[in-house]
């Protein structure tokens, strides 16, 4: 059978080809895929461990010409909530973090036409003076794309720049799907697939860790995910081979509470729960070069989280002490330190605690003395 020999090339770490990977997801039981994703996950990582971190995700700015049509977060410059975070909105913040016992910030938000590359290097510097021991998760290939434009260089010069200023890695934001066909819809402002793939191949240069994301469950095809995953893999193969590259993948589903897309456009979410598990199970067989691979429990909750782990899944992600975006899209998820590890035990599994390198953090780093507090950021 087809399936059969699908199944013993995937084992083998054999790559599958597009149109096997849209065969398998359209004609494969979900048993059989979990079956295979779960050994393929014992190949990438023996044992019986799940990770988990803390990290807080602060929104820099909500100002965003973007105007995405799944993203209820994003204001206009004279909007009324419009913001840009300040010094000492970060310091409260990021002492919390601290206080919790975590020490990476997942900085992310709109791109702000009143703010260039000087303002981002200012910000990642001042954070770093302020707390030595912060990890900056920052950003993502579409913020490097517009500031690359902005300031008429390359991505090259603009990742450099930010990275001698205190960037330790690089989220996989604004993948959404990585057909332009797809992006013209949604997301019709931001970086172009080619792009996005081309500032992660030059991040994989310079030996930045980086993650991978898929946001699905709108308006692509099966076969469009399958590409975005073959197009990660392929751009995998590409990295020095002691480099970073993609430490990670992850997908989540698309939610339509109140956006353009669903109010204005009439597509709503497809998500369900048997369709992640698909989706996750087939990440694990098609993506034979990412370690990796995270559940979203923050979009699909518990239950579907623990099965997840079943089906290819080793990292349940992080508590996520602040979240704003996919939550006001209809996402009302929560889970301390205590529930993540409740739920990877519940699955059967044993909790340990990463850094964003997924490295084994144990016992915790203790938090950092504050310097003295410095002005309030300029404006670019």
């Avoid at 919390?96 to 016992?101: A, H, K, S, T």
Wanted: charged letters at 25%; aromatic letters at 8%; proline letters at 6%.
């Amino acid at each position: 059978m087809l399936t059969e020999s699908l199944y013993d090339k995937a084992l083998n770490l054999i790559p599958l080809s597009s149109d096997e990977g849209e065969y398998l997801y359209k004609e494969a039981s979900l048993n059989e895929l979990m079956f295979v994703a779960d050994k393929l996950r014992l190949l990438h990582n023996p044992g019986n461990m799940v990770g988990w971190m803390i990290d807080r995700n602060v929104n820099i700015t909500n100002i965003c010409f973007s105007q995405c049509t799944f993203c209820n977060f994003c204001r206009k410059k004279n909007s009324a909530d419009a913001y840009i975070t300040t010094t000492d909105e970060y310091i409260n913040k990021i002492d919390e973090l601290y206080r919790l016992g975590g020490d990476q910030l997942l900085l992310q938000g709109g791109m702000n036409p009143d703010l260039g590359l000087d303002f981002y290097t200012r910000l990642f510097r001042t954070l770093k003076d302020l707390y030595p021991s912060l990890k900056l998760h920052a950003l993502g290939p579409p913020e490097v794309v517009y500031l690359a434009k902005k300031e008429e260089t390359t991505f090259e010069d603009i990742l450099s720049h930010l990275i001698e200023a205190g960037l330790d890695s690089l989220p996989g934001a604004g993948a959404e799907i990585l057909s332009d066909r797809v992006r013209k819809i949604v997301s019709p402002a931001k970086a172009t697939s080619e792009e996005w793939l081309e500032v992660m191949r030059v991040a994989h240069r310079l030996n930045l860790p980086t993650s991978a994301t898929m946001m699905y469950g709108h308006i692509e095809t099966i076969r469009e995910r399958i590409e975005h995953l073959t197009k990660l893999r392929e751009l995998q193969e590409e990295k020095p081979e002691k480099n970073y590259g993609f430490i990670t993948f992850v997908p989540w589903p698309f939610r339509d509470e109140g956006t353009v897309l669903k109010e204005k456009q009439g597509i709503g979410s497809s998500y369900n729960g048997s369709d992640y598990l698909r989706l996750m199970a087939i990440s694990r067989i098609m993506l034979t070069n990412i370690r990796n691979i995270q559940a979203s429990v923050l979009t699909v909750g518990k239950e579907i989280g623990m099965l997840s782990l079943h089906c290819g899944a080793n990292d349940l992600g992080s508590i996520m002490i602040e979240e704003n975006v996919v939550s006001a899209a209809g996402s009302s998820n929560r889970f301390s330190a205590v529930d993540l590890q409740t739920i990877i035990r519940e699955a059967g599994f044993k909790p340990v605690r990463r850094n964003q390198k997924y490295e084994i953090i144990n016992p915790p780093n203790p938090p950092a003395q504050q310097s003295t507090p410095q002005p309030p950021l300029p404006k670019d």
